[in-house]
C-alpha cells in the first residue's frame, strides 16, 4: 500500500524555477526520511537532496548545493523541491523517494527503497 506520488514537473527555461511535489501514503511519514533522487538515459540515479524523520538535518547533492532546498510538511505527508536557477544539466526524471528506518538520525543515503514513478524536468535554452 505504501506509494510516492511526484508532481509539478514540466519545462523551464535556463534561470528558471520549479516546484516539485510527493504525496506520501500507507507508510509512517512522520518517523521516515525522504529525499530526491535524479536519473537520465543510460546514467546511474544520482542523489540530489535529503531530509531526516524531523527536518533536523538536510543534505544536498554538490551539483545542485544552494540552488535547491527540500521541505516536508508532515500534516499533509508533504515533501517538497525547490529547484531555483536552473541550468541545462538540470534536465532528468526526478524520483521521490523515502527511508521507512524509524527516526534514523543521519542522511542514510543507501537506505532509500521506496519510489515513486518520476516526474520529467526540463530546462531549455
Known amino acids: 500500500q505504501a506509494q510516492l506520488v511526484e508532481s509539478g514537473g514540466g519545462v523551464v527555461q535556463v534561470g528558471g524555477s520549479l516546484r516539485l511535489s510527493c504525496a506520501a501514503s500507507?507508510?509512517?511519514?512522520?518517523?521516515?526520511?525522504m529525499a530526491w533522487f535524479r536519473q537520465a538515459p543510460g546514467k546511474e540515479r544520482e542523489f540530489v537532496a535529503a531530509?531526516?524523520?524531523?527536518?533536523?538535518?538536510?543534505e544536498y547533492g554538490d551539483s545542485v548545493a544552494g540552488r535547491f532546498t527540500i521541505t516536508r510538511y508532515n500534516p499533509k505527508n508533504a515533501v517538497y523541491l525547490q529547484m531555483n536557477n536552473l541550468t541545462l544539466e538540470d534536465t532528468d526524471v526526478y524520483y521521490c523517494?523515502?527511508?521507512?528506518?524509524?527516526?534514523?538520525?543521519?542522511?542514510?543515503?543507501?537506505?532509500?527503497?521506496?519510489w515513486g514513478q518520476g516526474t520529467q524536468v526540463t530546462v531549455s535554452a
Open positions: 523517494a523515502a527511508d521507512p528506518t524509524t527516526y534514523r538520525p543521519f542522511i542514510g543515503r543507501t537506505a532509500f527503497n521506496l
Open positions: 500507507g507508510l509512517n511519514f512522520n518517523s521516515a526520511g
Open positions: 531530509l531526516t524523520w524531523n527536518g533536523v538535518t538536510a
